[in-house]
């Protein structure tokens, strides 16, 4: 199906390093749209969103300052399936909206969507083609633990509440090997950069 602009999904586990790819993508002059930013801004404060998040759960939800309390959120998460799903139903058709209005705005040749759930929502339906950021699950736990500086049981938590390697690695276009030097990266992303430009102008003399 043609989109316009052409977009490209972005994903990967936790610690895979898709930040720094993403990044790298942007020296290029390629607009990146982040899910994960879409995720904060429909729940900044005085959004809609959050006032219904506090109603439901209680006050405790939102932080002195206003802004969600993002630790209180996550155990609802991770514990409590049925409430997971009413937040999902809750928040994701806004996420999306946010998404896809920043998409549409793009104006380079081609566009980063990056996100970690982007197998996981319906977001997957929004990209031309796919690319993986991989490392093995021992060295993911390890970068993890060294970034996030968080718990293993926490990053357990959230391995567990995306799906599995090997079925990324299935419905993945296209796989970058991130296991090698951070320093190797900028250099190595040109190579997916020359096929992305030349995806996105096949799509424009097709449509």
């Not at 720094?20 to 002059?29: D, S, Y």
Request: proline residues 3%; aromatic residues 6%; charged residues 30%.
């Amino acid at each position: 199906m043609y989109r316009n602009p052409y977009i490209v999904g972005l994903t990967g586990g936790i610690g895979s390093g898709k930040s720094t790819v993403a990044a790298a993508f942007r020296k290029l002059a390629i607009d990146v749209v982040d899910a994960d930013q879409a995720s904060r801004a429909v729940v900044d404060p005085g959004m809609p969103a959050l006032k219904i998040i506090a109603d439901r759960f209680g006050s405790h939800m939102i932080c002195s300052d206003g802004n969600l309390n993002r630790t209180a959120m996550r155990k609802i998460i991770f514990s409590k399936m049925n409430e997971k799903e009413w937040l999902e139903k809750l928040l994701h058709p806004l996420i999306a909206e946010w998404i896809q209005d920043k998409l549409l705005s793009a104006k380079s040749k081609y566009v980063i969507l990056e996100s970690p759930l982007l197998l996981e929502t319906d977001q997957h339906n929004l990209v031309n083609t796919l690319l993986l950021i991989d490392i093995p699950e021992k060295l993911q736990r390890a970068r993890a633990a060294l970034r996030d500086k968080t718990t293993e049981k926490n990053i357990e938590a959230i391995i567990n509440n995306q799906i599995t390697r090997e079925e990324r690695r299935d419905k993945a276009d296209y796989i970058f090997d991130n296991s090698g030097p951070k320093k190797n990266i900028d250099r190595n992303i040109r190579r997916f950069h020359e096929i992305f430009l030349k995806l996105a102008a096949k799509s424009e003399i097709l449509c």
